[in-house]
């Protein structure tokens, strides 16, 4: 029996899927976040191997039964650390062939369907699209530094923006009231610690805007109604580009940012429905890391190609 290893590597966790090449799932595991972009290679490297190691732990395998692992990760869009990236993980798998490539590219696997959008949005953002005979298109995913418009981080920052300036402004912020307490620090200690680790302090953001939105918040709900147009603009980008406004298409939503909050939900949905009437929207049918898992195994008979672009 050979095994195989899927991935789903991103800013906050990595997502594992140890399957055998039935297809049949032994078991599943997850670490800590694995964006090599944001952490460095060594730190994803890293946090895919102990995935990995619980997986196999679980299963009552080794490292050395692995005949093929797929990892997607964000932040690995270019070649040169997606080769780091496998370089580091080869010595960990000596029997396996190992390929690199992006959530992205594999998000659209795991829908299963041609044509198909599928909008993530976690830590980063992101939309990736195709139609058949597999033309793409992309939008977004450039990361924190040139923008991720609607993510968690993009949220976050917005929000301690917004508490910079009512803090100048000696203005009561009931939002900012409550970040602080869940840091458990005072202003300044909070802003220190934002612009020393902001991909550690704006994603964990995004659920306190979250459940204040849903408790009714003023300023959250502004929040997250402008993360949905954001989302919503990326969407449009790719849409337009591969002609589907009046076609039937699924369009898939992943990420933290959509499971986390309702409201962001229900306005995405809304705001795709004016542009795009024919789109059944919906969640990934399976998850990425388990798409990757399914095409480690087609590996194993089949060699594939991904279109990296």
């Known amino acids: 029996m050979r095994w195989v290893l899927g991935f789903d590597g991103g800013g906050t966790k990595t997502d594992c899927v140890l399957m055998d090449e039935s297809g049949a799932v032994a078991a599943r595991s997850r670490s800590g976040a694995s964006n090599p972009t944001s952490f460095g290679v060594d730190a994803s490297v890293a946090a895919l191997s102990e995935a990995a190691s619980d997986a196999l732990r679980t299963a009552g395998r080794s490292e050395k039964d692995v005949a093929y692992a797929v990892a997607g990760v964000s932040g690995a869009g270019e070649p040169s650390m997606r080769r780091a990236l496998q370089t580091g993980l080869q010595p960990r798998f000596p029997n396996a062939d190992i390929l690199i490539t992006s959530d992205l590219v594999l998000s659209l696997n795991a829908t299963g369907e041609t044509p198909c959008v599928v909008v993530i949005a976690g830590t980063g953002s992101a939309v990736l699209g195709k139609t058949a005979p597999f033309e793409l298109a992309r939008a977004g995913g450039f990361g924190p530094v040139i923008g991720d418009p609607g993510s968690a981080y993009d949220i976050g920052r917005k929000a301690v ?63 997250l109604a402008g993360a949905a147009e954001d989302l919503r603009e990326q969407a449009l980008e790719v849409i337009e580009k591969l002609k589907l406004r009046d076609a039937s298409f699924f ?59």
Do not use: W
């Open 161 to 223: 923006a917004m508490c910079y300036q009512k803090h100048l402004n000696s203005e009561e912020f009931p939002l900012g009231a409550k970040i602080l307490g869940v840091f458990e620090c005072d202003f300044n200690k909070f802003v220190d610690r934002a612009r020393a680790e902001p991909g550690e302090v704006f994603p964990k953001i995004f659920p306190i805007v979250a459940v204040a939105a849903g408790n009714g918040d003023a300023v959250a709900r502004t929040l």
């Open 251 to 309: 369009l898939a939503k992943t990420g933290g940012v959509f499971e986390g909050s309702v409201l962001l939900n229900a306005q995405f949905d809304r705001l795709i429905r004016e542009i795009a009437p024919k789109a059944r929207i919906g969640p990934l049918p399976r998850t990425v890391a388990e798409a990757a898992a399914q095409l480690a195994r087609e590996a194993l008979t089949t060699r594939i190609v991904l279109d990296e672009s």
